[in-house]
């Protein structure tokens, strides 16, 4: 913006307007947790990532209390090509041998979480980094995926190996950092009782976390502008009967099952929203929590006060 805009008088009205706008928000969220899950899909462009990062930054020092979980599919997809170890899907789920796991681990736990740290710190927060094995954070059972078909007269049992699901979160670990001010960023990797490493779907993670805590909100980043319908138009809202009907005529189905089922299950365990919103789109976060133009497919407990 040049200096001649910002010194038209039209513009400053402008820019007050905007900032007004936002008191209220903030006035209701002061001292909120929210969690915002950033997914490996939305989290590719660099100056996504540096708007992302302001974002969290600026929700933090205005007084909210934001929990970053991300995902990374494709950034653990790019090194297993590059060490070109093969990878499997069964019914969306990534097969996942030790080898691959190691793979998981480094690329969760080591890139992508010292990536978003590195950006938070950068844009002025204080973030510190951990995985869901620190400090018992997630504690996860194996995941395994049952088959029927009208040849079987029990269902097919199948392994994908170390794909786990959330048991318990203890949420000490978070309640440190963020009593010292400290912005959490969790990468999704669960440790069960063996001690052996769980690579978790980061929205079921997320869910998790914000159920645990009570969250405020749980926003879901994602590639897309939110929940589409059959015919491709971003749903506004979403109740349990309605989300039924779209999974049983495959409108939703791949990445958004996990995203409408832990939304689901969040609000029922008492988070008061469930934003999943179009991280594609500059500075989605703030738009969402703090102008009264909320972008996305919101989803609220039916019987949560508006
Ligand atoms: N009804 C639907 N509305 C929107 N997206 C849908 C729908 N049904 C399926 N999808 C798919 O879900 C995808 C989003 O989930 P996906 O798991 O790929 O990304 P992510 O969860 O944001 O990232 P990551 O899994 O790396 O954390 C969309 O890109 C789209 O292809
Ligand atoms: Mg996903």
Same mark, same amino acid.
């Given at each position: 913006?040049?200096? @001649?805009?910002? /010194?038209?008088? #039209?513009?400053?009205?402008?820019?007050?307007?905007?900032?007004? =706008?936002?008191?209220?928000?903030?006035?209701?969220?002061?001292?909120?947790?929210?969690?915002?899950?950033?997914? *490996?899909?939305?989290?590719?462009?660099? /100056?996504?990532?540096?708007?992302?990062?302001?974002?969290?930054?600026?929700? @933090?020092?205005?007084?909210?209390?934001?929990?970053?979980?991300? &995902?990374?599919?494709?950034?653990?997809?790019?090194?297993?090509?590059?060490?070109?170890?093969?990878?499997?899907?069964?019914?969306?789920?990534?097969?996942?041998?030790?080898?691959?796991?190691?793979?998981?681990?480094?690329?969760?736990?080591?890139?992508? %979480?010292?990536?978003?740290?590195?950006?938070?710190?950068?844009?002025?927060?204080?973030?510190?980094?951990?995985?869901?094995?620190?400090?018992?954070?997630?504690?996860?059972? +194996?995941?395994?995926?049952?088959?029927?078909?009208?040849?079987? =007269?029990?269902?097919?049992?199948?392994?994908?190996? !170390?794909?786990?699901?959330?048991?318990?979160?203890?949420?000490?670990?978070?309640?440190?950092?963020?009593?010292?001010?400290?912005?959490?960023?969790?990468?999704?990797? *669960?440790?069960?009782?063996?001690?052996?490493?769980?690579?978790?779907?980061?929205?079921?993670?997320?869910?998790?976390?914000?159920? !645990? $805590?009570?969250?405020?909100?749980?926003?879901?980043?994602?590639?897309?502008?939110?929940?589409?319908?059959?015919?491709?138009?971003?749903?506004?809202? $979403?109740?349990?009967?309605?989300?039924?009907?779209?999974? +049983? %005529?495959?409108?939703?189905?791949?990445?958004?099952?996990? @995203?409408?089922?832990?939304?689901?299950?969040?609000?029922?365990?008492?988070? !008061? /929203?469930? !934003?999943?919103?179009?991280?594609? #789109?500059?500075?989605?976060? $703030?738009?969402?929590?703090?102008?009264?133009? *909320?972008? &996305?497919?919101?989803?609220?407990?039916?019987?949560?006060?508006?």
């Amino acid at each position: 913006m040049s200096t @001649k805009r910002s /010194s038209d008088p #039209v513009d400053h009205d402008t820019i007050a307007h905007v900032l007004i =706008e936002a008191l209220p928000y903030i006035q209701a969220f002061h001292g909120s947790t929210i969690v915002v899950k950033y997914g *490996g899909n939305a989290m590719v462009d660099a /100056s996504l990532k540096a708007a992302f990062a302001r974002d969290i930054v600026l929700m @933090k020092l205005v007084g909210m209390n934001p929990i970053v979980v991300h &995902g990374g599919g494709p950034q653990i997809g790019d090194l297993l090509d590059r060490l070109q170890i093969p990878t499997k899907f069964i019914d969306g789920m990534r097969v996942t041998d030790t080898a691959t796991m190691d793979v998981v681990e480094m690329v969760l736990g080591g890139l992508v %979480n010292k990536d978003i740290v590195s950006l938070l710190n950068a844009a002025g927060g204080r973030a510190v980094g951990v995985t869901g094995k620190d400090g018992n954070l997630i504690r996860a059972t +194996r995941m395994t995926i049952k088959r029927e078909s009208p040849e079987l =007269e029990v269902p097919e049992i199948i392994d994908i190996g !170390h794909v786990g699901e959330v048991d318990t979160v203890n949420g000490d670990v978070i309640d440190t950092l963020v009593n010292n001010h400290f912005i959490p960023v969790i990468a999704p990797i *669960g440790v069960g009782d063996d001690g052996e490493s769980y690579n978790i779907n980061a929205d079921f993670v997320a869910g998790a976390i914000a159920s !645990h $805590l009570r969250a405020e909100k749980l926003m879901l980043l994602t590639n897309t502008p939110g929940i589409l319908d059959s015919d491709g138009d971003t749903l506004t809202g $979403l109740d349990r009967r309605e989300a039924n009907g779209l999974i +049983r %005529n495959g409108a939703i189905d791949g990445g958004m099952l996990p @995203k409408v089922e832990c939304a689901l299950s969040a609000v029922e365990a008492g988070v !008061h /929203s469930v !934003h999943i919103i179009d991280g594609r #789109v500059q500075h989605a976060v $703030l738009l969402e929590v703090l102008t009264d133009g *909320g972008v &996305g497919t919101l989803i609220q407990n039916a019987s949560n006060d508006a």
